[in-house]
């Protein structure tokens, strides 16, 4: 059936409309992506107030204060090491 198509209509037809389909499926999920993002940007600009900031040249000296830079990197990163010890611990039993 699709080779029927392609047959009627010519490839490069059905590679056009595959590319607006593509594009117009892009378009609809920033479209949507963006209105969530500026309808939470005001509370995002409230909650950065609360979290220390580093400058680039501090983070290059001290790498450790992605911890503390980054809300939430800390306690991703401690699960990732507890989930990697344990796995070891298993394969060791």
């Not at 056009?16 to 600009?45: E, M, W």
């Not at 503390?68 to 990732?80: E, K, M, Q, R, T």
């Amino acid at each position: 059936m699709l080779a029927l198509f392609l047959d009627a209509i010519g490839l490069e037809l059905f590679v056009l409309l595959l590319g607006v389909q593509f594009r117009q499926i892009l378009t609809f999920i920033r479209f949507h992506i963006q209105s969530a993002l500026s309808y939470l940007a005001p509370k995002i600009k409230f909650q950065r107030s609360f979290f220390f900031m580093p400058k680039f040249s501090e983070l290059i000296r001290m790498p450790s204060m992605l911890c503390h830079a980054i809300p939430g990197f800390g306690g991703l990163y401690s699960i990732i090491w507890l989930i990697r010890t344990n796995t070891r611990v298993q394969q060791q039993n």
